[in-house]
């Protein structure tokens, strides 16, 4: 199975029209689980896990994953599979909930620049500011509490948020953070089963959360605001890629295999020892090896 092709097919062009019908949730590319050995994964997380340490060696470059998605598609899980293998010293995740007062007395940008990646890590943000493109869409009401100025307000406000959002990433790109931006593509029925598993399985009630299906009502919405995201700011310099959701083993290698791909792409290198370093190393071999033979 050739990962690095067909998570290239995953990836959104920049400048193209989505249509969410058009990315089939259950997509597998004719494989069976069965099919595909439980080492391909370990191999994809191994290959992550020796990049970030060159990464984090070298401190000159970031990288950003982004991960959206509607409740039920797994993001915890998928996270915690990539980063399995990863030193945690490397590796910063943020999860973003609904602004609290302080960050509301900021543009929504704020809280994001806050939690972006220092030098030599990868940084993992479950969701992102792209909710304010989505979930504040979607529901109209959210805008209140932000207290933005009225000339701001009207049908303008999203296309100025896309191109708000695609010059900060360029930004971002051009100063040395590199980004990633994932959408785990679920399906209504597989998120129907995903929170009845919620309902039904004990140890996983504390994940249920009643407001989660009233938000089932507004799927159709959420699927329109998604396509304008995804039309809007896949960028050649922070691309969109749509991963089937349904089933989560073809889910976790397609993304796993993404990050690595892009960090490969970005090459960093351990750093050479100064030339200071490298002479002073032969007398202080010699002498470490003397003290073992002691």
């Given at each position: 199975?050739?990962?690095?092709?067909?998570?290239?097919?995953?990836?959104?062009?920049?400048?193209?029209?989505?249509?969410?019908?058009?990315?089939?949730?259950?997509?597998?590319?004719?494989?069976?689980?069965?099919?595909?050995?439980?080492?391909?994964?370990?191999?994809?997380?191994?290959?992550?896990?020796?990049?970030?340490?060159?990464?984090?060696?070298?401190?000159?470059?970031?990288?950003?994953?982004?991960?959206?998605?509607?409740?039920?598609?797994?993001?915890?899980?998928?996270?915690?599979?990539?980063?399995?293998?990863?030193?945690?010293?490397?590796?910063?995740?943020?999860?973003?909930?609904?602004?609290?007062?302080?960050?509301?007395?900021?543009?929504?940008?704020?809280?994001?620049?806050?939690?972006?990646?220092?030098?030599?890590?990868?940084?993992?943000?479950?969701?992102?500011?792209?909710?304010?493109?989505?979930?504040?869409?979607?529901?109209?009401?959210?805008?209140?509490?932000?207290?933005?100025?009225?000339?701001?307000?009207?049908?303008?406000?999203?296309?100025?948020?896309?191109?708000?959002?695609?010059?900060?990433?360029?930004?971002?790109?051009?100063?040395?953070?590199?980004?990633?931006?994932?959408?785990?593509?679920?399906?209504?029925?597989?998120?129907?089963?995903?929170?009845?598993?919620?309902?039904?399985?004990?140890?996983?009630?504390?994940?249920?959360?009643?407001?989660?299906?009233?938000?089932?009502?507004?799927?159709?919405?959420?699927?329109?605001?998604?396509?304008?995201?995804?039309?809007?700011?896949?960028?050649?310099?922070a691309p969109w890629y749509i991963v089937p959701g349904?089933?989560?083993?073809?889910?976790?290698?397609?993304?796993?295999?993404?990050?690595?791909?892009?960090?490969?792409?970005?090459?960093?290198?351990?750093?050479?020892?100064?030339?200071?370093?490298?002479?002073?190393?032969?007398?202080?071999?010699?002498?470490?090896?003397?003290?073992?033979?002691?």
């Amino acid at each position: 199975m050739n990962f690095a092709k067909l998570a290239a097919q995953f990836r959104v062009p920049s400048g193209q029209k989505v249509r969410m019908q058009e990315h089939d949730p259950g997509f597998t590319a004719g494989y069976k689980k069965s099919d595909v050995p439980d080492e391909l994964l370990a191999e994809g997380v191994a290959e992550i896990a020796a990049w970030q340490e060159k990464l984090y060696a070298e401190n000159r470059q970031s990288l950003l994953v982004i991960f959206q998605a509607l409740d039920g598609a797994g993001k915890d899980s998928i996270i915690r599979h990539v980063l399995s293998g990863v030193n945690p010293t490397g590796v910063q995740v943020f999860s973003f909930k609904a602004p609290n007062a302080e960050e509301l007395d900021h543009d929504y940008l704020w809280r994001i620049v806050r939690a972006l990646p220092e030098r030599g890590r990868i940084g993992i943000h479950n969701r992102s500011h792209y909710e304010e493109v989505l979930a504040v869409r979607v529901h109209p009401a959210f805008l209140g509490p932000q207290r933005l100025p009225p000339r701001t307000l009207g049908d303008g406000l999203w296309r100025m948020r896309f191109e708000q959002i695609n010059n900060f990433e360029k930004y971002l790109v051009e100063n040395g953070t590199e980004i990633v931006k994932i959408y785990l593509n679920i399906s209504k029925k597989e998120q129907a089963v995903q929170q009845l598993e919620r309902i039904d399985v004990p140890e996983k009630h504390w994940k249920f959360n009643p407001n989660d299906i009233e938000e089932r009502r507004y799927w159709d919405d959420y699927m329109a605001a998604f396509e304008d995201v995804f039309t809007h700011t896949s960028t050649e310099w922070a691309p969109w890629y749509i991963v089937p959701g349904d089933r989560r083993w073809f889910t976790r290698l397609a993304v796993v295999n993404i990050i690595a791909q892009k960090l490969k792409e970005m090459a960093p290198q351990y750093p050479e020892a100064s030339a200071e370093t490298r002479a002073a190393m032969p007398a202080l071999r010699k002498q470490l090896a003397a003290e073992l033979e002691a």
